[in-house]
């Protein structure tokens, strides 16, 4: 029986919801930064909102139509600590705005330092994938957020404009005026034991996690991502 698959699917409106919010953590210096926080390239978090759609050849396809960015939560550069509040309180509201959409996933960046190296293989971290699978299990299932979106980023010393090239299938990459972006898309899935409770397990899941070639993976193709194509992506600064 092959595995299931699955496509997630982001709408335009929330793939610039956290191109921006990505942005603005990542260049926009904190007014009073706490201490062993950094002023500039922080980490930004928010929820995602949208609906599951099932199909009969065993696949699922996770349709993200709006991002929320949590300005509540703690942030630095290397770290960011989400509100429960927010995302409990707005779980309430959201509904009378959007009434088709629910809250079915997370979104958090990574900034990479100008001058630091951008890693060959973006996306969630050791420590990201702990949290996930060990430590947050039950709040996250309990919330529904099964879809784990990564935006990496670093700095450029000039500017582009397109996409970044070939990228495995639940990745996309591009450059955008200063800067070099790539969104990486995980689906955790849940399994339900009567003596270990709910477990989740993030895919795709690579050997060799996560330094791996995606290419050498059996899993390779079992997370699609659908997002808007750098080719739409222009500098229209000079039409003003």
Do not use: C
């Amino acid at each position: 029986m092959a595995a299931r698959k699955y496509l997630v699917r982001v709408s335009e409106a929330a793939f610039m919801h956290m191109t921006l919010a990505t942005i603005a953590a990542y260049d926009v210096p904190r007014q009073a930064p706490g201490k062993g926080n950094s002023a500039r390239w922080n980490e930004s978090y928010g929820l995602l909102w949208g609906h599951k759609i099932s199909s009969d050849r065993d696949s699922w396809i996770y349709s993200i139509e709006h991002a929320t960015i949590d300005g509540h939560a703690k942030t630095a550069h290397s770290w960011v600590l989400p509100s429960t509040e927010y995302r409990e309180k707005l779980s309430e509201v959201v509904p009378a705005f959007w009434p088709s959409a629910q809250l079915i996933g997370e979104f958090h960046s990574h900034p990479y330092k100008p001058q630091d190296g951008f890693p060959a293989t973006p996306g969630l971290s050791d420590i990201d994938l702990k949290l996930i699978e060990e430590e947050e299990t039950d709040e996250l299932h309990k919330a529904g957020i099964v879809v784990f979106l990564v935006v990496s980023i670093k700095g450029l010393q000039k500017k582009a404009w397109g996409n970044g090239g070939h990228n495995p299938a639940n990745q996309f990459s591009w450059r955008m005026g200063r800067y070099r972006l790539s969104l990486t898309a995980y689906i955790a899935s849940a399994r339900h034991s009567p003596n270990s409770g709910t477990q989740l397990t993030v895919l795709p899941r690579h050997k060799g996690w996560p330094k791996y070639r995606h290419a050498q993976s059996p899993n390779a193709r079992i997370v699609t991502l659908s997002a808007p194509t750098g080719a739409g992506i222009k500098d229209f600064s000079d039409f003003w």
